[in-house]
């Protein structure tokens, strides 16, 4: 019986070692070790609730005899620790891929918003630049031709007493002629000027609308880059949420179908004590049969031992000591009791585990 409820909890036991390993790793990964009895609490009891329901499903399900039922419910909850240690990894394994992609797509769009932001100040820089040489130039080709036509007004005038020394000119004439030069200067001094205000308005008017140009594509271009970058986030959560709750999925239809396996196995015993009339009547044994078949194994081996054995010098002269067939046969006779008390403590609901 002893080996029965070894080979039987042996599975048990690989849950057990499964949960108690997650149970480790989710406190490693949280760093709380404060809670982690608590938390170590909390699971084992949740896996002893766990346990005692598949093996009053199997115990069910044996007592109505169906083996198989029974070795269902055990494969679907090693299926559920499985499943539940699957969602847990899953779960931490996205929620890091979550946080490592998050903050690679951080990175990304913003050195593309700071590579932006750097050009947009060397193009501020450059309609600056270009502005200033534009007004500089003009100021400078205004300023040469007010000088060249001053020098042109000088010479005229110098011309002008030249020819009033050799009497060409009156002093009255001269007066008027000298009068004349400085009008004709003055006017083009003033229309000189008018150009310059007109060139210099017309650059300045250019700068600002190359500005406002410049601003407007740097803000256009951050938004899209700040549109992308959420866009990617939400992609990336709408990813990491539908795995996470595909797994939750998983794990809900392995909870369901263990549910209804033992739901089942209990339909069935119900069934069977109602077949079986009351308490002390017959039941149906899933192992009848089996001990029998065993005993009969065992007397053919013993037969063939004692036939053996009248011709065997080394049987007689060990006066009937036991030979490795006969322990063989005590040992399937010994199986077959033990297995025989195992279905009827199933059958009876004495099957109990600790």
Request: proline share 2%; charged share 25%.
């Amino acid at each position: 019986m002893t080996a029965a409820l070894g080979a039987l909890l042996s599975p048990i036991g690989l849950v057990v070692a499964a949960v108690v390993g997650l149970g480790v790793a989710v406190v490693v990964y949280t760093g709380a070790a404060g809670d982690a009895l608590d938390w170590l609490k909390a699971q084992f009891g949740r896996l002893r609730d766990t346990v005692s329901k598949v093996m009053g499903g199997i115990t069910d399900a044996l007592a109505a005899g169906d083996v198989a039922l029974a070795a269902q419910i055990l494969w679907l909850a090693l299926k559920l620790a499985w499943q539940q240690g699957v969602a847990a990894l899953n779960r931490v394994w996205l929620e890091a891929k979550r946080f490592f992609i998050g903050t690679a797509q951080k990175m990304w769009y913003g050195a593309l918003a700071a590579a932006q932001q750097v050009w947009h100040a060397l193009e501020v820089a450059w309609i600056e630049t270009t502005a200033f040489l534009s007004k500089t130039w003009t100021n400078f080709t205004s300023d040469l031709k007010d000088a060249w036509h001053l020098v042109q007004n000088w010479l005229t005038k110098s011309w002008i007493d030249l020819m009033r020394l050799f009497g060409d000119l009156t002093d009255e004439q001269a007066a008027v002629a000298k009068q004349m030069a400085d009008q004709d200067f003055a006017e083009t001094a003033g229309e000189i000027e008018r150009q310059r205000e007109a060139a210099l308005t017309a650059r300045e008017r250019r700068r600002q609308g190359e500005r406002e140009q410049a601003s407007e594509l740097n803000e256009a271009t951050l938004a899209e880059i700040g549109r992308q970058f959420e866009e990617a986030q939400q992609a990336l959560e709408r990813d990491t949420e539908g795995k996470i709750a595909e797994t939750k999925r998983a794990l809900e239809e392995a909870r369901k179908k263990l549910d209804e396996a033992i739901a089942e196995a209990r339909r069935k015993r119900d069934e069977a004590e109602a077949e079986g009339g009351p308490p002390g009547g017959k039941r149906r044994d899933p192992l009848a049969g089996l001990e029998d078949r065993l005993k009969g194994i065992g007397d053919v081996l013993a037969r063939q031992i004692s036939v053996r054995g009248t011709f065997n010098p080394l049987a007689a002269f060990g006066l009937g000591a036991s030979s490795p067939i006969e322990r063989t046969a005590r040992a399937a006779e010994e199986t077959a009791k033990n297995t025989k008390r195992l279905a009827d403590a199933a059958v009876t609901g004495g099957l109990t585990f600790a």
